[in-house]
């Protein structure tokens, strides 16, 4: 992947986690361009496929693309941040701490990719806190 692909896959994304939106100039952990269908399952390197992922995120979602609705109990497709509206899917908690899945797609994207780990709902208090989350979506 050329450093162009990344650099344009950050922009578009304003330097945002395209699952958490966790800030990339607030983490201490890298960013990546990840690939949304993974490159073993015949995903390319191309802007339509890359999302720009905090490390937590990437390690969580690894090589799926599917995950159970623990609702429904069904296996539904994973949040696809180039076909799918983020607000269709998710909404903030009353105190912008949680992500709320609206859909079966959106709880199992919460579910796999661990959207209310610890460390964020920390990160997001301490921002709401600021005024600076949540990020525009």
Known sequence: MTEALRSKVRRRANSCCEYCFAQESL???PFSAEHII???KGGKDELDNLAWSCLGCNFHKFTATTAIDLISE????????????????????????HLIGLTAKGRATIG???LNR????????????????????
């Open 27 to 29: 983490s201490h952990d």
């Open 74 to 97: 069904e296996m539904v497709d994973l949040f696809h941040p180039r076909q799918d509206t983020w607000g269709d899917h998710f909404r903030w908690s009353e105190d912008t701490t």
């Open 118 to 137: 610890e460390g964020l709902l920390n990160l997001r208090r301490v921002l709401s806190e600021a005024g600076v989350h949540p990020p525009s979506v």
């Open 38 to 40: 993974p490159s073993v």
């Open 112 to 114: 796999r990719l661990k």
